[in-house]
């Protein structure tokens, strides 16, 4: 029953990779934790690089510095 | 003063179904917990089908399965 | 399949209330927009008031005014 | 190793105007608590206002009303 | 720079659970998706039973009735 | 009406601490984006250290390595 909620930067991560990154969650939580995969949920979400911040700079500025 | 954020897949709710959903949501915190409804604040996100998965595959393979 | 994350303030909520809040939020799922409950997911997270925040005060200092 | 989630509706919030909340942000959690800004996280969420609810309405609606 | 937000019901993940659940996730952001592992955030919830619910109950209530 | 969620580690933050953040965030918020202090929310949630992880190892054994 757990819920995954993953953030990344939108970055032209393609299906297949965010197919893998959902079985590969579900696969470990169920071998971690013993969580039953058909009730997990995992939610990826992709910003803006603009959106994002680290560092006190956004990564929009931070790939322009070569960072 | 409750916050709620609700995540759906995006599969072409309309702005009325949106409307109702958040005026129903509203509504029932101030019925159930007495919550003001004047400083109810709810988000809706429509997540694409290839980013949520459950049981371990994307909502966009389990469609085309059928399920 | 959708995913609820209702935030309130800690005060007091029972176990009484945040079930029928549980229960009306997945109803109004699947009412308004049709959506499935046996995968609806509705998570409650009660906040201290010292640590929710509105109008640029915390809930805490809004209390002992009398807002 | 703060992580800030900042949603706002969307209505045109520029890049620089985000640069300076992500920098704002990460400022003030080192002044008020010591944090690390450089592992310190902010992430900007922009909102349609169709999916942005607040007194039981959209704001969509509440724009239309003049509010 | 992913975020990794996991909820999970509390019910007795011990710390090396969950350092290993850090791992798993970080590792596999990092073979998927090419993700750095030292800016990868990840926090684990862990929700009271009466606060989470699926089907339209809480999972208090799903236990005691043997689901 | 903004809403701000603010993730850190629970290391002993005072209501202090946390009232001058709800305020510097809100007057930001203001300042930079024109946003209303009025509906703007603040929500902080502390985090175990051991739920905390970044690296791949959770804030505890970091602190216990002294990083």
Avoid at 7 to 26: D, H, N
Avoid at 33 to 46: D, Q, S
């Amino acid at each position: 029953m757990p819920y995954v909620n993953i953030k990344i930067t939108r970055e032209g991560a393609t299906s297949e990779q965010k197919a893998r990154l959902i079985a590969g969650v579900t696969s470990l939580l169920q071998t971690e934790l013993g969580k039953n995969p058909a009730t997990t949920v995992v939610v990826i979400e992709e910003v803006d690089t603009d959106n994002w911040g680290i560092g006190g700079e956004s990564v929009t500025v931070r790939r322009q510095k070569g960072q």
